[in-house]
Nanobody
Framework: QVQLVESGGGLVQAGGSLRLSCAAS????????MGWFRQAPGKEREFVAA????????GYADSVKGRFTISRDNAKNTVYLQMNSLKPEDTAVYYC?????????????????WGQGTQVTVSS
């Protein structure tokens, strides 16, 4: 059974940084894409970043490109989202997700497994 457990959220001032972690368990993820999504109140869940576990190729939403970095630690089976230069509009619940899809990985519907989410609040 796949389990994804996020941690690392919190309250930070604009311009600050946070690192989110997603501990993955239940199977070997070498054939998976791992994604980070976020959902603000009253808005749809939106793509933030994705990483191909095998090979490490990455992709980002335009809104976070240059500020956020997705990475993985194979030994710990953990995916990270380093968030720098945070803005109030980055405030949301952040979710980790996993998929075996290789066709598209930028919409929530593409993913099969989800974590419970972690709140990130950026104050102005």
């Amino acid at each position: 059974q796949v389990q994804l457990v996020e941690s690392g959220g919190g309250l930070v001032q604009a311009g600050g940084s946070l690192r989110l972690s997603c501990a993955a368990s239940g199977r070997t993820f070498s054939g998976y894409f791992m994604g980070w999504f976020r959902q603000a109140p009253g808005k749809e869940r939106e793509f933030v970043a994705a990483l191909r576990w095998s090979g490490g190729s990455t992709g980002y939403a335009d809104s976070v490109k240059g500020r956020f970095t997705i990475s993985r630690d194979n030994a710990k089976n953990t995916v990270y989202l380093q968030m720098n230069s945070l803005k109030p509009e980055d405030t949301a619940v952040y979710y980790c997700a996993a998929t075996q899809s290789i066709v598209r990985v930028t919409t929530a519907a593409d993913y099969d497994y989800w974590g419970q989410g972690t709140q990130v609040t950026v104050s102005s």
